[in-house]
C-alpha cells in the first residue's frame, strides 16, 4: 500500500522558515517506490485546497502567491519531496498536503499543519 507522510510542520512567525518532508512508503520488497509528479497543496482555513508547488522529470511549478520564496525538492539520500518554505506569511497558514501520482492513480498524505503568527 502505497503511504505519503508529512511531517515538519508547526508554529513559526512572520518571516521565519519550515522545511517540511514528504516521506513515501517503500514497495513490500522494500525498493524505492518513484512517482511521475510530487507536491505540495495546502488548505487554508475555511479555503479550497490549493497546488502550492509540483516537481516533475521535467521540472518545478509554483503558485503565483509563494514563487521567490518556496522552494520544491527531492533529496535523494533520505528519499524524501521536501518544501523549504521561506519568508513566511500570516496568509500561509493553512494544512500542507502532500501529493504523488504514480502510475494511474493519486495518493494524499494525511497532512502537517504550518500557522504563521507573531
Known amino acids: 500500500q502505497v503511504q505519503l507522510v508529512e511531517s515538519g510542520g508547526g508554529l513559526v512567525q512572520p518571516g521565519g522558515s519550515l522545511r517540511p518532508p514528504c516521506t513515501a512508503s517503500?514497495?513490500?520488497?522494500?525498493?524505492?517506490?518513484?512517482?511521475?509528479?510530487m507536491a505540495w497543496y495546502r488548505q487554508p482555513p475555511g479555503k479550497q485546497r490549493e497546488l502550492v508547488a509540483s516537481?516533475?522529470?521535467?521540472?518545478?511549478n509554483y503558485a503565483d502567491s509563494v514563487k521567490g520564496r518556496f522552494t520544491i525538492s527531492e533529496d535523494n539520500a533520505k528519499d524524501t519531496v521536501d518544501l523549504q518554505m521561506n519568508s513566511l506569511k500570516p496568509e500561509d497558514t493553512a494544512v500542507y498536503y502532500c501529493?504523488?501520482?504514480?502510475?494511474?492513480?493519486?495518493?494524499w498524505g494525511q497532512g502537517t499543519q504550518v500557522t504563521v503568527s507573531p
Open positions: 516537481i516533475t522529470s521535467d521540472g518545478t
Open positions: 501529493y504523488g501520482r504514480r502510475l494511474a492513480f493519486g495518493y
Open positions: 517503500r514497495s513490500a520488497s522494500g525498493s524505492i517506490l518513484r512517482f511521475s509528479v
